[in-house]
């Protein structure tokens, strides 16, 4: 198969999350307008794992913090089925790169604690905690407290917390950029797992392209500031997937298409 590009599908007909026509502008602390995003618009069908690559400081990561509410867009909508974002919300699950657990809390009340504040019955908490704990292989750490485990397995207790309330879409921020390799790989198969059981729409934000094959439906390639969407890309690779394909044609002809777009990406805003 070739690479598609879905600029022209029918993905909105189908779509809980739309971004329309997007733009986001600040000041800097001197004074200075800086459009980070600029007129984006996309529509990730349900379900679905949408990636979203493109050069350092093109606004991937201000996209998906638009996405989960923790900032206004200066123009444009982002709607959640019929409902224009705004706030965050329990529709929504976060993970960041950094390790967002609570010190004080262990394993369990870290995964726990989205449930409390919503006033979870006990019992009913107990049950959603120890379904993710073990799907996530956490559950002969409950006890533990987030300095006394890795780096990939405080991420476990990240997208356990996150899947325990049931949000629509589970938003990810680079979550396994600061692991070593192997614990990568590992992680992105937890995540193909339990994203594959469970059928989350994921937004997911990587520099790593063989990553954002992996695991991606569709990938978003941005171009530099201010980020635009410079190219769709449907992933035309069969599942499961493995890092084993990375020299399989298919593989080779996806990544191919989004090096180039960034190539041509680093040398427009290099002039």
Not at 19 to 29: A, F, S
Not at 140 to 161: E, W
Not at 246 to 267: C, G, Q, S
Request: aromatic fraction near 6%; hydrophobic fraction near 40%; charge should be neutral.
């Amino acid at each position: 198969m070739s690479v598609v590009n879905a600029a022209a599908t029918d993905a909105g007909t189908r779509s809980r999350l739309r971004i329309k026509d997007v733009r986001l502008e600040y000041q800097t602390r001197t004074g200075k307008n800086v459009v980070a995003i600029d007129r984006i618009s996309i529509d990730v069908p349900d379900n679905e794992f949408a990636v979203i690559v493109g050069p350092s400081g093109c606004g991937k990561s201000s996209l998906l913090y638009l996405v989960a509410g923790l900032a206004d867009p200066t123009e444009g909508d982002i709607l959640l089925g019929n409902t224009v974002v705004q706030g965050p919300g329990a529709d929504r699950g976060m993970v960041f790169q950094s390790y967002t657990l609570f010190p004080w809390l262990t394993v369990r009340e870290n995964v726990e604690f989205g449930l409390k504040r919503r006033n979870v019955p006990a019992k009913e908490r107990e049950d959603i905690v120890n379904r993710y704990l073990n799907e996530t292989g956490l559950a002969a750490f409950h006890d533990a407290y987030p300095k006394q485990l890795s780096g990939g397995m405080m991420q476990r207790v990240a997208i356990a917390r996150a899947l325990a309330n049931d949000p629509k879409i589970l938003l990810m921020d680079e979550p396994f950029g600061a692991l070593d390799s192997q614990t990568r790989n590992t992680m992105q198969k937890l995540l193909l797992r339990v994203w594959e059981q469970h059928q989350k729409t994921v937004l997911f934000v990587t520099h790593d392209i063989d990553e954002a094959i992996l695991l991606g439906d569709r990938i978003y390639v941005m171009t530099a500031r201010p980020g635009r969407l410079k190219e769709e890309i449907v992933v035309p690779i069969p599942r499961p997937r493995s890092m084993d394909m990375v020299m399989d044609p298919e593989f080779i002809a996806v990544k191919r298409r989004i090096l180039e777009l960034l190539k041509n990406e680093i040398k427009d805003d290099e002039h």
